[in-house]
T-cell receptor
Framework: AQSVTQPDIHITVSEGASLELRCNYSYGATPYLFWYVQSPGQGLQLLLKYFSGDTLVQGIKGFEAEFKRSQSSFNLRKPSVHWSDAAEYFCAVGARDSSYKLIFGSGTRLLVRP | ETGVTQSPTHLIKTRGQQVTLRCSSQSGHNTVSWYQQALGQGPQFIFQYYREEENGRGNFPPRFSGLQFPNYSSELNVNALELDDSALYLC??????????FGNGTRLTVT
């Protein structure tokens, strides 16, 4: 079955510290991969996407993610977290011929300590 | 550039009633998708519309239906509301095979 697992429900980091959010997926073929961020009471904002090519992708707000086919992972990273990064982060996968039909993980809530 | 807008922002309905949620797509986008996000969960795909026809559907019953209009705006209709329908309903627009752009959602509470 197709699925996305985000093993960390909550993560707390200090402002200025580095961040890595984990995402593992189960899919029949290489999917399109996405990270979205959701602030309280808001919709989802696209941080970055992987379609093909370079497995390290850069996104907005200083985020990056690395696609590792052998591990079925697409972890999100940021070298230095800002207080404004506190939000819920969702990893998602989509089929190459129907990328509108995304399968989302259950999310990781990021808390940032001053 | 105007993003995806949804109305209303909040809605309270009674079990058994019907509800209509509305969405205006981002300029230049020709597909619209709807997602349901229950509290504490990730969004779940309901369906997508392209060229005013349903183009794909998730695991939702027929009482969830939709429309896409010539101007690419869309409606989500839910009949015979159940308590479990309480959720944030997200609309997303895109061009074909391009990333989804989401609106801020409509929070539906069913009592």
């Amino acid at each position: 079955a197709q699925s996305v697992t985000q093993p960390d429900i909550h993560i707390t980091v200090s402002e200025g510290a580095s961040l890595e959010l984990r995402c593992n997926y189960s899919y029949g073929a290489t999917p399109y991969l996405f990270w979205y961020v959701q602030s309280p009471g808001q919709g989802l904002q696209l941080l970055l996407k992987y379609f093909s090519g370079d497995t390290l992708v850069q996104g907005i707000k200083g985020f990056e993610a690395e696609f590792k086919r052998s591990q079925s992972s697409f972890n999100l990273r940021k070298p230095s977290v800002h207080w404004s990064d506190a939000a819920e982060y969702f990893c998602a996968v989509g089929a190459r011929d129907s990328s509108y039909k995304l399968i989302f993980g259950s999310g990781t809530r990021l808390l940032v300590r001053p | 550039e105007t993003g995806v807008t949804q109305s209303p922002t909040h809605l309270i309905k009674t079990r058994g009633q019907q509800v209509t949620l509305r969405c205006s797509s981002q300029s230049g986008h020709n597909t619209v998708s709807w997602y349901q996000q229950a509290l504490g969960q990730g969004p779940q795909f309901i369906f997508q519309y392209y060229r005013e026809e349903e183009n794909g559907r998730g695991n939702f019953p027929p009482r969830f239906s939709g429309l896409q209009f010539p101007n690419y705006s869309s409606e989500l209709n839910v009949n015979a509301l159940e308590l479990d329908d309480s959720a944030l309903y997200l609309c997303a627009s895109s061009q074909v095979n391009s990333p989804l752009h989401f609106g801020n959602g409509t929070r539906l509470t069913v009592t």
